[in-house]
């Protein structure tokens, strides 16, 4: 069998209520028109008044009953009938019709007898084997004596075919083996109802478009299936739902089932990877400044390298060039289904050269456990390392400006992300938190009263806390509100200007230079109002507040403040790539001439 039919009901109900009117007599009935003056030929329908006669008593017109001009009298009264007939009065016939348009609007009167009632007299069922029989009518609300309504049967039969879903047999089928309609008053109808479970079905195997990197095992990962296991609640759209949220495909079709020669179910998903890497740029203008005499340019490169060997696998290389001489370099490499489990795996190596001050190499293990529905336990072990240059080593205040220091890390955390689109959200929720403590040995020299050049040491314990927090809000019509807000605060005994955050410049405070501010706290609140222009485009005007808390370091005093930015910018999906602008400003810019610009274009490989 090719493809999977879902939910087999035959005949259907409405091949039941054909039969049931054939047995009934068809319903006819006698016809007849008195008018009390010629018809008005194609008449609206909001001209004319329908009024509703049943056994001779006027009842109120039924909404479900479409009315129409008066040149379609039969099939008003025709409308009529069903609506009847879905209530169970199979024997309801129309007995006449009166149109008058002598009067303005003119009216339509339909008399209607509706006879006596069919109700539900046994129902069997054949063929119960592996769901009981006491299950199956228990999923039943149809009873014997209940009035026959096809809506509600139907029902029945869909419940019992949800249920043997889940009993691992989707190939199931409903037949309405039989009608006997008697002739007591009221009429009894029994219903016989067969039921074909079809094959326990297990799952063999997943199939691939040939040109697809992507591993069977990772997609039953993906999909949420088991190899090998009974094929319970098997459901086609929300497999290839499931599939869909992941950035790894760029389309997804529905799956197809089929049984293999041995009995067992074969999957077949087409899916469209998306492009296996991408190269973005970003380039920044400052403009001058009290530090600068004349504007410069800033900005980062980053390839990335998605699904290596088809098993959702990610590497990352960030070059970032920053202000003051200032590099950073960043390899980052992921594995998020570790063994086919729900175990993301990632190693992260950061590399930064802050002209000749100093120099910091960071070598993170992370981890992560998904527990389902978007939410992830997270651990993670780093080692940090400083390095004065020939600037750092000067003294400043009687000792050494950077110490040489080695700092180790291990903490925990959780991520929680549910989002309609990875691209350009409408609805949805992300959350990253993570808490970190270590312990801090540095080295350093310092000069005593007596003048004498020494080498000092000393340990201590650090605690550090990240997070980060994004949601997407529909307004109206392609309009999203994103609210959210970064923050990171470090708790330590003593501080060195390498152990502090660095807030500023396109992914932060966006109105301010790279890396304008520096403190021990530091946070980002932003609000973007968006204007969808597809489904992977937007422009967008923005706020950002930020607050920085810096401590006593070397000859400075401890400072905090508040830093308001604000501007515009889009993002626009082309047929080169992806390409963003923003324009942001902050209260203390001298003009709009000095606004910070960046730019960015991502190229799919």
Request: charged fraction near 25%; charge should be positive.
């Amino acid at each position: 069998m090719s493809g999977h039919r879902r939910h087999v009901v035959y005949p259907t109900v409405g091949v039941v209520l054909l039969v049931l009117v054939g047995l009934c007599g068809g319903g006819k009935g006698q016809t007849a028109a008195a008018q009390t003056a010629s018809a008005a030929p194609g008449a609206e329908p909001s001209a004319v008044r329908w009024h509703l006669v049943v056994d001779g008593e006027r009842v109120r017109w039924p909404d479900t009953v479409a009315t129409a001009s008066l040149d379609d009298l039969r099939g008003v009264g025709t409308r009529v009938l069903r609506h009847l007939r879905r209530q169970g009065y199979y024997y309801a016939s129309l007995d006449s019709a009166t149109v008058d348009t002598s009067a303005a609007p003119p009216s339509a009167r339909l008399h209607v007898r509706r006879g006596p009632q069919v109700r539900i007299g046994e129902v069997h069922i054949r063929g119960a084997r592996a769901v009981s029989a006491q299950e199956v009518r228990a999923l039943m609300d149809t009873e014997a004596g209940d009035p026959l309504r096809p809506a509600r049967l139907e029902a029945d039969m869909q419940a019992l075919l949800d249920r043997y879903e889940r009993a691992g047999r989707p190939l199931a089928q409903i037949r309405v083996a039989e009608t006997r309609l008697s002739t007591t008053s009221p009429p009894t109808l029994r219903l016989t109802l067969r039921i074909d479970e079809g094959p326990e079905l297990r799952l063999r195997r997943i199939e691939v478009p040939d040109d697809a990197r992507t591993s069977p095992a990772l997609l039953a990962h993906l999909a949420e299936l088991e190899m090998g296991a009974p094929l319970r609640d098997y459901d086609p759209e929300a497999i290839r739902r499931r599939l869909r949220e992941h950035e790894i495909f760029a389309s997804v079709e529905t799956p197809q089932l089929r049984v293999g020669p041995e009995g067992d179910a074969v999957l077949r998903i087409p899916v469209e990877e998306a492009a296996p890497g991408a190269f973005d740029a970003v380039l920044g203008y400052l403009p001058p400044s009290q530090a600068r005499d004349s504007g410069q340019l800033v900005g980062s490169g980053h390839l990335l390298l998605k699904h290596l060997f088809g098993g959702g696998r990610t590497a990352e290389f960030t070059l970032d060039r920053r202000p003051g001489r200032t590099s950073i370099f960043d390899l980052a490499l992921s594995d998020p289904y570790l063994f086919g489990l729900p175990l993301r795996v990632s190693g992260h190596f950061r590399g930064e050269q802050r002209d000749s001050t100093y120099g910091e190499r960071v070598y993170e293990l992370a981890g992560g456990y998904r527990l389902g529905n978007g939410l992830e336990l997270t651990a993670t072990l780093s080692r940090e390392a400083v390095r004065p240059g020939p600037a750092g080593t000067q003294f400043r205040a009687g000792r050494q400006q950077i110490p040489r220091s080695t700092t180790l890390f291990y903490g925990a955390g959780v991520r929680y992300r549910q989002i309609d689109r990875p691209q350009n959200p409408r609805r949805g929720l992300a959350v990253n938190v993570q808490f970190a403590q270590g312990r801090k040995d540095r080295r350093r020299q310092r000069i005593g009263g007596d003048g004498d050049t020494t080498r000092v040491s000393d340990a201590f314990r650090q605690e550090r806390l990240e997070g980060r927090v994004r949601a997407y809000l529909p307004l109206f019509d392609r309009q999203v509100l994103a609210v959210g807000g970064d923050g990171a605060v470090l708790l330590s005994p003593d501080y060195d200007r390498s152990d502090l955050f660095r807030l500023g410049g396109a992914t932060s405070l966006r109105g301010y230079d790279e890396d304008r501010f520096l403190g021990n706290v530091v946070a980002r609140g932003l609000v973007e109002y968006r204007l969808q222009l597809d489904r992977a485009s937007y422009a967008h005007a923005f706020v950002d507040l930020g607050y920085v808390a810096r401590p006593e370091l070397e000859a400075t005093t401890a400072t905090r403040g508040w830093h308001p930015g604000y501007g515009l910018g889009v993002r626009l999906q082309t047929a080169i790539g992806r390409v963003s602008a923003t324009y942001a400003l902050n209260p203390d810019v001298q003009s709009p001439a000095n606004g910070r610009v960046h730019l960015g274009l991502s190229v799919g490989l």
